[in-house]
């Protein structure tokens, strides 16, 4: 099946919020772009890497409200 989510060069600027990305056999998301945020997702059981990044100034973050969840991944 491949990564669960790409975001390719023309995606710079991408905010990739609440999302579930799960059971892929590739990576859970593979950012090939500048200034992606991700905030606010579960990333789990992904045969890849859970977010792989290839861009500059990409954000994963979170708070208490917002946080990321990523486990399982290989």
């Given at each position: ?29 593979t ?14 059981e ?25 486990f399982?991944?290989?």
């Amino acid at each position: 099946v491949g990564d669960g989510l790409k975001v390719e060069a023309g995606g710079a600027g991408t905010i990739i919020r609440g999302l579930r990305i799960s059971g892929f056999s590739g990576n859970g998301i593979t950012i090939n772009a500048d200034r992606v945020t991700v905030e606010g997702c579960a990333i789990t059981e992904n045969t890849g890497h859970g977010v792989f990044v290839n861009g500059k100034d990409t954000l994963i973050k979170g708070n208490q409200v917002n946080r990321n969840l990523i486990f399982g991944n290989e």
